[in-house]
């Protein structure tokens, strides 16, 4: 079966904290995609970052870093510097087995950033 | 042009009603998606159309209707709902359906049924 799990269903931080979201898969693929998406207030989502089974680099994009390690079936999300517009819910996913497009979501994380 | 559009962005309709959402991207994208998404939950798979034709149905009930009338468009026709159907219903393209590719989501429609 195919799960991702978001433990922390909330998180609130003062403005310039770094924060860390958790993400923890479980798949039996060798191949598998994951994803960071993030919901403002708004209501879209918003792409952050893909990353496929075979490449357990972190990855940095200017306040965000990825930290991929397939021998705890994680991929955890760092915020740096935390900002009031970084306030939204965050959602780990995994791409459905047999290539469909579905992407199997985790509960969700609600960061809020207090200035 | 990086945009998925949904109109309209609210909707009230009641059980008897029939509606239709729509949803359009001009990025060439050959997969797009309909997602249901109730208050403070995770957005849910209902449809998944390639090339223009409906790949999968998540079991959703005939209640919602989809239709792809080309690559740019998607419509969730609605009738007969119910109460519980109210949610955030959000509409995604992808360059194509598969793994190595990201959706690119609307702002989605929140529809109420009365």
């Known amino acids: 079966a195919q799960k991702v799990t978001q433990a922390q269903t909330e998180i609130s931080v003062v403005e310039k904290e770094d924060v860390t979201l958790d993400c923890v898969y479980e798949t039996r693929d060798t191949t598998y995609y994951l994803f960071w998406y993030k919901q403002p207030p708004s209501g879209e989502l918003v792409f952050l970052i893909r990353r496929n089974s075979f490449d357990e680099q972190n990855e940095i994009s200017g306040r965000y870093s990825w930290n991929f390690q397939k021998s705890t079936s994680s991929f955890n999300f760092t915020i740096t510097a935390s900002q009031v517009v970084d306030s939204a819910v965050y959602f780990c996913a995994l791409d459905h087995a047999g290539n469909t497009g579905k992407l199997i979501f985790g509960q969700g994380t609600t960061l809020q950033v207090k200035p | 042009d990086t945009e998925v559009t949904q109109t309209p962005k609210h909707l009230v309709m009641g059980m008897t009603n029939k509606k239709s959402l729509k949803c359009e991207q001009h990025m060439g994208h050959r997969a797009m998606y309909w997602y249901k998404q109730k208050a403070k939950k995770p957005p849910e798979l209902m449809f998944v159309y390639s090339y223009e034709k409906l790949s999968i149905n998540e079991s959703v009930p005939s209640r919602f209707s989809p239709e792809c009338p080309n690559s740019s468009l998607l419509n969730l026709h609605l009738h007969a709902l119910q109460p519980e159907d109210s949610a955030l219903y959000l509409c995604?393209?992808?360059?194509?359906?598969?793994?190595?590719?990201?959706?690119?989501f609307g702002q989605g429609t929140r529809l109420t049924v009365v």
């Open positions: 995604a393209s992808s360059p194509y359906r598969g793994q190595n590719t990201e959706a690119f």
